[in-house]
């Protein structure tokens, strides 16, 4: 599964990005996920979407981000409000087939399908 995340861009503080992560093949066996990677840091789990539509979110990004998929379009999106400088990374979307319909958690997984960056800066 080939997975292409757009959408990122610059925006000022407390702005709003939709996200879109688009599939080559279908995505209903997955559960798919958001990640991000600022300069200098680690990769950090953001949110997660299960195949049954549960959902699991870093605490960094609750109440502000919010994942949700379309299986008819093989596509994730991650709505971003509230925007902050800290923020700013590349994000990245992912797809884990977890044995459990339920199962949206995707940190610490080792990931099945990554795909490639979509930067987000957030100035001040």
């Known amino acids: 599964v080939q997975l292409q995340a757009s959408g990122g861009g610059s925006v000022q503080t407390g702005g709003s990005l939709r996200l879109s992560c688009a599939a080559s093949?279908?995505?209903?066996?997955?559960?798919l996920g958001w990640f991000r990677q600022a300069p200098g840091k680690e990769r950090e789990f953001l949110a997660g979407i299960s195949r049954n539509g549960a959902t699991s979110y870093a605490d960094s990004v609750k109440g502000r981000f919010t994942i949700s998929r379309h299986n008819g379009l093989n596509t994730a999106y991650l709505q971003m409000h509230e925007l902050k400088p800290e923020d700013t990374a590349a994000y990245y979307c992912?797809?884990?087939?977890?044995?459990?319909?339920?199962?949206?958690?995707?940190?610490?997984?080792?990931?099945?399908?990554w795909g490639q960056g979509t930067l987000v800066t957030v100035s001040s």
């Open positions: 992912a797809a884990e087939s977890f044995a459990r319909a339920t199962e949206a958690n995707m940190e610490g997984r080792n990931i099945d399908f």
């Open positions: 093949a279908a995505l209903s066996r997955y559960a």
